[in-house]
Each structure stands twice: as structure tokens, then as C-alpha cells.
């Protein structure tokens, strides 16, 4: 294809949820808490969620994938927009940007090796995560090129042999955690937590003044990040818990949304409050936990959700702006 061409022609922005659950998905394999447990049953209003991720186009025919989920070959194949089209290789999937390095959220790179070319962009912390395991070295260099995602500067998204997608992003840091899986106790409280650990993203069209929010993961409201939000169209934002303790009053762990590097939604640091003097026209909790009773359709916390103007997002939900 020549360089360039693609993307640009067709004037959209659209969005497709591929994985609206935080890590373990719902249900969650082991967990038979009441959320997950309705969803297995098949409650009516409930549906199965996968693990964290959305896709982006400009043209209805290349994507980039925000995040890759460890369940991303069941998203691929329930999303006849991410199948195969033209060769017999081929794939509409041109890259994939990362915001962390949880395991919900890179797992799905290893679904992505068969020699197809893609461009992987990642603040440096995280490329050093995914150059220090080895099993990323299915991603063969000669297809995928791995790039350095500056911050707070808008650039425009390419597929691997330079060609623009037509979607802008600009990546900025927000208050967060390291991954689970990386975390260190002997470097204190913050686990040896590093600026770019956590990044939130503001996906913009190239070609129509079009942009909004994708920030699945967020430990804390900030200045800066509210007047960023401040007059969006739309925002996807962390959706994990209701109420910090809620793991262990479920009685499926211990560990606290805050201890997790998630507001919570409830409470008064939560981001329902937080929102609440930040005009923005639609807000959607994403990365949802299998423990969060927003997720059942009659729960009071849902309604609380939705009366203050915020939708659950689901799997294969489409928004085109
Ligand atoms: C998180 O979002 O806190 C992580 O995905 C948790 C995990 O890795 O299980
Ligand atoms: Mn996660």
C-alpha cells in the first residue's frame, strides 16, 4: 500500500470496547462472588466481561489496539472488525499502544506473534518491562517494531512501515502503580513506583476535531489531570472498584483500590465525586472488577453511577465520535 494513504480519507473517530473488566475478567475463572456468579448464570442484564482493552479507527479498516489483553484471541475472534480481511495473512490490527505493564494489559502481545508487522508503543518504562522478558522475543524484531512514546506531546500513530493511521495521541502520566508483578517491597510503600509507571492517553482524529479520554488505570484525581478532562467529549476511566475495601468484605482478597493504584468510584476521593465539577459530555467507567456491584443491572450502586451521568461500559460497545 503506498505510504500515507490509508486512514485519512474517511472522516471518523470510533472506538470499540474490546475487554471492559479489570484483571481476571467476569467472571473471573476461580471467583464465585455474587457478580461473578450471576454472570456465569447467566442473570439477565449481566455479561461476560473480558480483560481490559479498546481499539481505535479512523477508517473502519485499521485499528490500533489500546492495551493488549491475555484475552485478545477471543476478542479477535468475537469482533468480526479485528478479522482478517484481504490476504492470507493479514490483519486489521496495525499497533498497539500500552498504558501499563499489568499483566491485563501486555499478556495479549503473545497472542500477536506470527510474523505480522506492528508498531508497539510504550513510555520507556514499560518497553524495559517487555526487552527484560525474554518471552517477548516472539515478537520478532524483523516485524515489530517496539517505539518510545514520549509524554505530553501529541504525535500521530504509525503502522510499521510509517504509514499514518490518522489518529493522534497525546500520553501523559497519572498518579499510579506499578505492576502487580514487578512490584518491590524493599523499595518502600510505593513498591518502587517511577513516574510513567501509569499513563492516561488523549486519542485524537487527524483529520476532524474529534478526541477523547482513555484512562483505565488512575490512583488519584490531580490538578492537572482535571483541567486536561475539563470540556471532553467523552472519557473512558477507571472503573475497578466501587469502595476501596470492597475484595475483602467479598471476601476474595485483600488488597484496597487505593493499595491497587485505583480510585475507587464511590467516596469522597472517588471519581464519581471527583467528576463531579468537571464538565464532561460522556463518562464511562472501563476496567471494572468482577467484585463491583456497578455491574449488576438492579444494584443501588449502579443506579448511583448512572444518576450521576456515568455508563458501564461492556465488550463490543462502539462509540463513533
Ligand atoms: C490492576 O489493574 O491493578 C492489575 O491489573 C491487577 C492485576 O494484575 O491483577
Ligand atoms: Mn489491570
Known amino acids: 500500500m503506498p505510504r500515507g494513504v490509508f486512514l485519512k480519507d474517511l472522516n471518523l473517530l470510533k472506538v470499540l470496547v474490546l475487554g471492559s ?12 462472588s455474587y457478580v461473578s456468579k450471576s454472570v456465569r448464570e447467566g442473570v439477565p442484564g449481566t455479561s461476560v466481561r473480558t480483560q481490559s482493552s479498546i481499539a481505535v479507527t479512523t477508517d473502519d479498516q485499521n485499528w490500533f489496539l489500546f492495551n493488549a489483553s491475555p484475552d485478545l484471541g477471543s476478542q479477535i475472534i468475537n469482533n468480526n472488525q479485528m478479522h482478517p480481511k484481504e490476504d492470507l495473512r493479514h490483519s486489521p490490527i496495525k499497533g498497539v499502544v500500552l498504558t501499563n505493564g499489568d499483566v491485563d494489559h501486555v499478556a495479549g502481545l503473545l497472542t500477536l506473534r ?39 506531546h501529541e504525535f500521530e500513530l504509525k503502522d510499521k512501515d510509517g504509514n499514518g493511521s490518522g489518529i493522534l495521541i497525546e500520553a501523559f502520566e497519572v498518579p499510579g502503580k506499578i505492576a ?25 482524529s487527524a483529520s476532524n476535531q474529534k478526541c477523547f479520554f482513555y484512562i483505565p488505570a488512575c490512583a488519584k484525581m490531580t490538578d492537572d489531570l482535571r483541567a486536561k ?3 471532553s467529549e467523552l472519557v473512558f476511566f477507571d472503573g475497578t472498584l466501587w469502595v476501596n475495601d470492597e475484595m475483602s468484605t467479598s471476601k476474595v482478597g485483600e488488597k484496597t483500590g487505593q493499595r491497587m493504584g485505583h480510585m475507587n468510584n464511590s467516596g469522597p476521593e ?15 467507567f472501563i476496567h471494572i472488577n468482577t467484585t463491583n456491584p456497578i455491574l449488576l443491572p438492579d444494584s443501588q450502586e449502579r443506579r448511583e453511577a448512572e444518576d450521576n451521568g456515568w455508563e458501564i461500559s461492556f465488550d463490543g460497545m462502539e462509540i463513533q465520535l
Request: aromatic fraction near 8%; charged fraction near 25%.
Open 21 to 32: 473488566a479489570a484483571g481476571g475478567g467476569s467472571p473471573q475463572w476461580n471467583c464465585n
Open 114 to 152: 506470527e510474523r505480522q508487522n506492528l508498531s508497539i508503543y510504550a513510555h520507556k518504562r514499560v518497553h524495559n518491562v517487555l526487552n527484560d522478558n525474554s518471552i517477548f522475543n516472539v515478537l520478532n524484531p524483523d516485524f515489530v517494531d517496539r517505539r518510545d512514546m514520549s509524554m505530553n
Open 180 to 204: 502487580l508483578w514487578l512490584e518491590d517491597e524493599s523499595k518502600g510503600e510505593n513498591f518502587g513506583t517511577e513516574e510513567g509507571d501509569t499513563i492516561g492517553l488523549k486519542i485524537s
Open 229 to 231: 478532562l475539563y470540556g
Open 270 to 284: 472517588g471519581s464519581i465525586a471527583s467528576f463531579q465539577d468537571i464538565e464532561v459530555k460522556r463518562k464511562i
